[in-house]
């Protein structure tokens, strides 16, 4: 089945604990990106990768990291969380990013004490 | 910077009703429009794309327009029915996202309840 997965679904976790959100696709896709959903503001890119090796900064990057070493991965890294970063987070991917349908994961909610 | 506005923020309707979601964007330079359906506590399901040289899209109940000379697209659901509650989502990628950003531009969605 043609999938975007992630995991962990749900983390609780503490102020400056390194953690790591991982997705992976399994439709050959070149592009994936990271979004973060929050009430009233809706979603925002954090990262995006058009290709492996190569990743740039969306809207709202800071406190993330992100990685792209094969295509199928991307990782999403927070180095030290703060409470500000308790969200829901979706991965999605697409074929080429432009004119393609977007597929989403099926989001991680992070809850930061 | 692209922005996405979405109308009405909630809507409440009988089962059987015919209804349509709107959606409002700024900058009309996009490469396509795409409507999502998110059910509480679940991921974005893609329901919609339609490419900026498209004018409308169709699955089964669901019908979506789009314009983009006047930044709008509209989604219709025919005969409605108690599982389409959930809400929906508009998002366009632009070819300018402006601030090295690139992706989809989301709309803050409408949350559809519809009543047995």
């Known amino acids: 089945e043609a999938q975007v997965t992630q995991n962990p679904r749900y983390l609780i976790t503490v102020t400056g604990k390194k953690l790591t959100v991982t997705c992976s696709q399994n439709m050959n896709h070149e592009y994936m990106s990271w979004y973060r959903q929050d009430p009233g503001l809706g979603l925002r890119q954090i990262y995006y990768?058009?290709?492996?090796?190569?990743?740039d900064k969306g809207d709202v990057p800071e406190g993330y990291k992100v990685s792209r070493k094969e295509k199928r991965n991307f990782p999403l890294i927070l180095e030290s969380p703060s409470p500000n970063q308790t969200s829901l987070y979706f991965c999605?991917?697409?074929?080429?990013?432009?004119?393609?349908?977007?597929?989403f994961g099926p989001g991680t909610r992070l809850t930061v004490l | 910077k692209q922005e996405v506005t979405q109308i009405p923020a909630a809507l409440s309707v009988p089962e059987g009703e015919n209804l349509v979601l709107n959606c409002s964007f700024t900058d009309s330079a996009i490469y396509n429009l795409q409507w999502f359906r998110q059910d509480p506590g679940k991921g974005l399901t893609s329901l919609l794309l339609?490419?900026?040289?498209?004018r409308e899209q169709t699955s089964g109940r669901l019908n979506a327009s789009l314009d983009k000379s006047s930044g709008r697209s509209t989604l219709y659901i025919a005969a409605s029915q108690p599982g389409d509650s959930a809400t929906y989502l508009c998002a366009v990628d632009s070819q300018y996202s402006g601030g090295g950003a690139d992706g989809l531009t989301f709309g803050k969605g409408t949350h559809l309840i519809i009543q047995p």
């Open positions: 339609i490419q900026s040289s498209q």
């Open positions: 999605a991917s697409s074929l080429e990013g432009y004119y393609n349908e977007q597929f």
């Open positions: 990768s058009m290709n492996v090796e190569v990743t």
